[in-house]
């Protein structure tokens, strides 16, 4: 820290991303990235002709991309925001609904970012307890006072909430703002997008990193009523408005436009997953149950931190979080059938004792 760094900030405590270690190559499952590349047909529309035109500022409104969302889910372009990844479109939608008297309130266990966006922009933050069962307690979201941001499947856990449940949340909290953090629906949750044509106090969120393989290409979008996407629009038109650059912009076209490929990839996602937490269970592993890219994976007899590193030593990453808790469970991506098949032969050498 340098002495010029305002005292708002000495407490921050920022986001701390999974590792991406280069000393050597390892079975990546750590960052619920998608194991596939980005559909063929996003590829294709990247080619130099396209590299060639960066010398020009990218469309600020994304009008194509927006419209191509728009109609794939049966919206209006001006339903829909996006953003440099759906981090940037949740620090917007923060900043634009909380303030001083306006918490933020969230699960307890959840996405790690959301905590961290309120101490960077100093908004009040309510962290509400887990069920036993490490799942979401909506009822106790009712009466909080303050915006609510649920990621449903949720972060960390992987666990559903149903469509009738946000809309029971959306009833009671009609004066507030709920966020929908869907970044892992398409794995097999129910998506309340088509709540957004009666409750102008929801907004979904979404990203192109996990279902559609672009992780790296930065590209988040909101879908919520025309005017709760103005207040986000606001924001980014006051921050950065050229958020999703050109080449991204076009990704993003191609791979809504690939709709085979989506659906490929998700499915065999699905499988593994299925196939992983057999294999898992067999072994005796404890696994919450999941409808998201990831399994939260606990193995009796070691902590969370001993299974990461015993892993890792293995030359598997997966991730160790840091809730209290989380500590006896490790989270694993689901990648390809192969990788499961090394992991799970890992694990039976750790219960063994001969790793
Ligand atoms: N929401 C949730 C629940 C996530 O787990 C993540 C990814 N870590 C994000 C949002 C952010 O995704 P991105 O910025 O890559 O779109």
Same mark, same amino acid.
């Given at each position: 820290?340098?002495?010029? @760094? ?10 701390? !991303?999974?590792?991406? !270690? ?10 619920? /990235? ?28 994304? @009008?194509? @991309?927006?419209?191509? *969302? ?57 962290? #509400? ?23 449903? !499947? ?23 703002? #709920?966020? #929908? ?41 909101? *879908?919520?009523?025309?005017?709760? *996407?103005?207040?986000? /629009? ?42 992983? #937490? ?70 039976? /050498?750790?219960?063994?004792?001969? @790793?």
């Amino acid at each position: 820290m340098s002495r010029f @760094l305002d005292k708002r900030y000495y407490k921050l405590a920022p986001y701390v !991303p999974g590792e991406q !270690p280069q000393d050597k190559k390892y079975i990546k499952l750590n960052t619920n /990235e998608s194991p596939f590349e980005p559909s063929p047909k996003v590829v294709k529309a990247l080619n130099s002709e396209e590299v060639k035109k960066l010398y020009l500022y990218n469309d600020p409104t994304a @009008l194509d @991309l927006r419209k191509t *969302i728009a109609e794939y889910y049966g919206v209006k372009a001006e339903n829909v925001a996006v953003g440099n990844g759906s981090d940037e479109i949740l620090a917007f939608a923060f900043n634009a609904f909380c303030g001083k008297d306006t918490p933020m309130v969230c699960p307890k266990v959840s996405y790690g970012f959301y905590p961290v966006f309120c101490e960077m922009f100093s908004l009040p933050y309510v962290a #509400v307890d887990m069920k036993e069962d490490l799942s979401i307690d909506v009822g106790k979201f009712y009466d909080a006072d303050g915006n609510v941001t649920i990621a449903n !499947p949720n972060a960390q856990t992987g666990t559903l909430l149903d469509v009738n449940e946000i809309e029971k949340l959306l009833r009671r909290k009609k004066d507030n703002v #709920v966020i #929908v953090d869907e970044a892992y629906i398409d794995f097999g949750g129910e998506s309340c997008l088509p709540l957004i044509k009666m409750y102008d106090n929801l907004l979904v969120v979404r990203t192109f990193s996990k279902s559609r393989n672009m992780a790296g290409a930065r590209l988040g979008y909101a *879908i919520g009523s025309k005017g709760i *996407i103005e207040d986000v /629009e606001k924001m980014k038109y006051s921050f950065n408005p050229y958020n999703v650059n050109r080449l991204t912009q076009l990704a993003g076209i191609e791979a809504i436009k690939d709709d085979d490929y989506f659906k490929f990839c998700t499915n065999y996602i699905k499988d593994v997953r299925e196939y992983t #937490v057999n294999k898992l269970s067999e072994l005796g592993c404890e696994i919450v149950p999941s409808k998201a890219n990831f399994i939260l994976v606990k193995l009796n007899g070691t902590d969370g931190e001993n299974l990461y590193k015993k892993l890792k030593n293995e030359g598997i990453l997966v991730r160790f979080l840091s809730d209290a808790q989380l500590k006896d469970y490790v989270r694993i991506t689901i990648g390809k059938r192969e990788m499961t098949d090394i992991l799970v032969a890992k694990i039976k /050498e750790i219960k063994r004792g001969l @790793l």
